[in-house]
């Protein structure tokens, strides 16, 4: 369901199936006891992360607003999190995390997103799983080096999980020559208009000229 990778949509999300589902939160996060800690709720974020990194201009919210969500979760800053279900958050006196979250709206939403109704299946295989790098190697100083690094194959959006082009958005049709193009630098899949020039590109293992989209053309012909 699309609305679910909306801002608010995803706030519907955590509340139905994590807060009023009654999660443990307290007890997970080792609050209580360390035998009880498990990282479940992290694990569900990472995984999130993992279908926006394939699917980028399909969530409404960018990694920041993970990142955010989580910091939230684990720190006890608000009452959303707090103890494990809501009749006892009921008594806490603490902020609210969507309040938190929707004063920051203009920073964590992707400028990038757009409506896509078509369901997205993305790529389980162990060889498409990133590191998320947003959250646990931010503090050191060598990510900087990891982030620019990239040599490793590029994520392919699968053809089947894609009907419109990334760009213009209009459907690919065979029988009008409204073929699928992936582009070679970011993945995504674009019409013959809109992927349609070539070139080099070393830091992706790519030293002969490979088709890319008009978008990341620019992106790497423009770059100092």
Partial sequence: D?????????????????????????????????????????????????ILVQFPDVFEFTQDYLTVL???FSSGWTTTFLRNCPQERSSADRLQLWDVLDAMRTDLTNGRYYLNTNPIIPRVSLR????????????????ETLAEDR???VVWVPDHAVQNCHLCHE??????????HH??????????????????????????????CDKCYQEHTTSP
Avoid at 22 to 46: E, N, T, V, Y
Avoid at 187 to 209: D, E, M, Q, V
């Fill in 183 to 212: 582009c070679r630098s970011c993945g995504n899949i674009f019409c013959g208009n809109c992927a349609s020039k070539r070139i080099c590109i070393p830091l992706k293992n790519y030293t002969t000229p490979v088709l890319v």
């Fill in 2 to 50: 699309p609305y679910y990778r909306t801002y608010p949509g995803f706030q519907v999300l955590i509340e139905r199936e994590w807060l009023s589902f009654g999660h443990r939160f307290h007890d997970r996060l080792g609050k209580a006891h360390p035998s009880q800690r498990s990282p479940i709720f992290l694990l569900f974020l990472d995984a999130v992360h993992q």
């Fill in 128 to 143: 498409h799983i990133v590191l998320w790098r947003e959250y646990f190697l931010r503090f050191d100083w060598w990510r």
């Fill in 171 to 180: 459907r690919f049709n065979a029988l009008k020559f409204k073929r699928k």
């Fill in 70 to 72: 989580c910091d939230l």
């Fill in 151 to 153: 040599q490793g194959p």
